[in-house]
């Protein structure tokens, strides 16, 4: 069984270095069992969270979504929720689930110091949909561990946490997954006419140094993270990113 995932690795590799496009590698789940599986488990997230009653925070960060959604390829469809409570571990990621669904931590919009930082955090979510980390999560757990439980997998893109006692092959392709997020992330933002260096100002500024958890870090470390998003702001056609006068009004009413 760890033969053939190291087949399907190779596999993942050889299509990534030929074109390079979100989504690619083996996957047991077909799409439309993805968006079921999306609905289920955001329904069951959803029942636990409270909605933020602002609706111009509301309206404000779906109108965002909306834009970012436009650039991503896979034709999925976004639903994006905002809520009170803080579920997106210690940099505020927004919790994504499989095929769309999208809820953003009202904690999010307090910390976010611009319109940029705040999109470059939400398109980094939408990113892991258009990526299918979580169903390509599930075949990898699949093929090295005989599991094909849900359980095992669904905490490692919606919650980010560090666990002694998780898989290190699995937390190394989170961390892999978070850095393919961040990547298209950034085309994603330059393409909705946000200033995608604003990614890189916000996980600067607000992810934490790695500490002593080591190989068990569900994040890459805080300054090699930077200089990637850096790097590929760098590959972009210099752009002019206009700054959004929304942002600043809808942050002064959650706060």
């Known amino acids: 069984m760890r033969c053939l995932w190291c087949v399907a690795v190779l596999v993942i590799g050889v299509a990534q270095g030929q074109e390079r496009q979100p989504g690619q590698g083996v996957n047991f789940y077909t799409k439309d069992k993805e968006i079921a599986l999306g609905q289920r488990l955001a329904l069951e997230f959803g029942q636990k969270t409270t909605p933020l009653d602002i609706p111009a925070a509301s309206d404000y960060v779906r109108r965002v979504g909306a834009n970012l959604a436009a650039q991503f390829p896979g034709g999925w469809t976004y639903r994006i929720e905002t809520i009170r409570e803080e579920r997106g571990g210690a940099t505020h990621e927004p919790t994504a689930f499989p095929g769309g669904p999208i809820f953003v931590s009202a904690d999010l919009l307090r910390t976010a110091q611009s319109e940029a930082e705040f999109a470059g955090m939400l398109a980094h979510a939408m990113a892991h949909v258009v990526a299918r980390h979580w169903t390509r999560a599930a075949t990898k757990n699949e093929l090295t561990m005989g599991d094909p439980s849900e359980g095992r997998w669904l905490g490692a893109f919606s919650e980010a946490r560090a666990d002694g006692n998780a898989d290190v092959g699995m937390l190394a392709f989170q961390r892999g997954a978070e850095r393919e997020a961040d990547y298209w992330a950034v085309k994603a933002m330059a393409a909705a006419g946000y ?23 569900t994040l890459p470390p805080r300054d090699q993270r930077v200089k990637a998003i850096q790097a590929e702001v760098r590959q972009l056609p210099a752009g002019n990113y206009g700054a959004g006068d929304g942002f600043a009004r809808v942050q002064a009413e959650v706060k």
């Open 195 to 217: 200033d995608p260096s604003g990614l890189a100002s916000y996980v600067g500024r607000v992810q934490a140094a790695p500490h002593s958890g080591g190989a068990f870090e």
